[in-house]
């Protein structure tokens, strides 16, 4: 009478410390509230039962920097909102990620002006855009996914890079 045989066919689950952690960073990303325009509509939506963002560990959006890994930039971004927005990321601790939603806040849009920013990635990194005006709930779940895939498939040394 082995050991297989007292514990039945339970299994045996393996995985690496940095695969854990991953895992781990995914299931409990806080996004920070940074809506700007008609695109924060679409972003505050994605919190309703139909989209249900806290299948993803997303139960409410953090108002504060500090308490947040994950900043969506939704909407158009102005000259001068862009020192607030960096002051913001830059409060951000490591790691951490920005989503650009919309087609204002990745590339300035229809708004083809001295007062908006052409893209955020003028200001902080972007990882992931979700293109649209405005993009629909189920386009930011896709964009947030996808950012998920990215995450868990990251090594410490990309880590180390990203700081």
Same mark, same amino acid.
């Given at each position: 009478m082995g050991v297989s045989e007292k514990l039945g066919n339970l299994g045996v689950v393996t995985?690496?410390?940095e695969?854990?952690?991953?895992?781990?960073?995914?299931r409990a990303m806080w996004p920070m509230l940074f809506g700007l325009a008609c695109c924060a509509i679409e972003m505050m939506s994605s919190q309703?039962? &139909? #989209?249900?963002m806290s299948r993803f560990g997303m139960e409410l959006m953090r108002p504060s920097p500090r308490q947040s890994d994950l900043m969506i930039v939704a909407g158009r971004v102005?000259?001068?909102?862009a020192p607030v927005l960096r002051q913001l990321y830059d409060q951000m601790p490591?790691?951490?990620?920005?989503?650009?939603?919309?087609?204002?806040?990745?590339?300035?849009?229809?708004?083809? &002006? #001295?007062?908006?920013?052409?893209?955020?990635?003028?200001?902080?990194?972007?990882d992931i855009y979700v293109?649209?005006?405005p993009p629909r709930p189920e386009q930011l779940a896709h964009g947030i996914m996808t950012l998920h895939e990215r995450i868990k498939e990251?090594?410490?040394?990309?880590w180390a890079a990203k700081r």
């Open positions: 995985t690496t410390l695969q854990a952690v991953n895992w781990g960073r995914t309703m039962a &139909n #989209y249900d102005t000259r001068k909102m490591e790691p951490k990620w920005v989503i650009s939603m919309g087609d204002c806040a990745s590339c300035g849009g229809i708004f083809n &002006n #001295y007062a908006i920013v052409q893209g955020v990635d003028e200001i902080v990194p972007v293109a649209g005006c990251m090594s410490w040394n990309e």
